[in-house]
C-alpha cells in the first residue's frame, strides 16, 4: 500500500507542477496551447480508419477543333496502316511522315508531308487527322489516300511538306 501512496502522491505532485507551469504562462500563451490541445483531441476523435476513395469524374469526349491553333487546319485522312498506328500512339497522336499508298510502282511510296502532328478523333479512336499550316493544307488534299503514317520522334521540332521534284531537263550529247 505504501507504493499505491507513493504513486499517487508523484502524480498529485507532478499533476500540480504542471498546472503551476500552465498558470505561470502568459495569457496569449495559455490560449495558444490550450487551442493546440483542442485540436489534437478533434482530430484525434474525428479520424477515420476507412480509406477515402477519390472521386471518380467522367469526361466526355471532347471536340478536337476547340484545339486546333489560328492559322492551322485539321485534315481528315484514310491510313492504311491505321490498325498498327492505334497499338503505337498514345491517346492524341503523334509526329509522323506521311507517305502515298498507292497500287501504282510510280506513284506508290511518295513522301507527302513530314513531320506532321497526326491527331487521333476523341468521339472515333479509329480515325485519324493530320495539324497542318493552312497554306499547306491543299498539298496534302491534292493526293488521294490512303497514306501511310511513319512514326517520328516527337522531341524533333519542324514540320515540312514534301516538295515536288520537277522533272529535270536531261540533255544527251552523242557523237
Known sequence: MKILNTEITDFNSLKMLFVNKFTALKFDHRLLLL??????????????DEPVEAPVLESK???VDTFIPRGHVL??????????????????????????????KKIGGLLVASRVKL???????????????ESDGGKILQRNG???????????????????NKSSVRIEYSN
Open 119 to 133: 491527331v487521333r478523333a476523341p468521339l472515333n479512336p479509329d480515325q485519324f487527322a493530320v495539324l497542318v499550316k
Open 61 to 63: 469526349p471532347q471536340s
Open 35 to 48: 487551442g493546440f490541445v483542442i485540436l489534437g483531441a478533434m482530430a484525434f476523435f474525428n479520424r477515420s
Open 146 to 164: 490512303p497514306f501511310i503514317a511513319v512514326v517520328q520522334n516527337p522531341e524533333a521540332r519542324g514540320a515540312n511538306l514534301a516538295r515536288e
Open 75 to 104: 485534315i481528315p485522312l484514310e491510313l492504311a496502316n491505321s490498325e498498327a498506328l492505334s497499338s503505337i500512339i498514345g491517346d492524341m497522336g503523334g509526329v509522323v511522315d506521311l507517305y502515298l499508298a498507292s497500287e501504282e
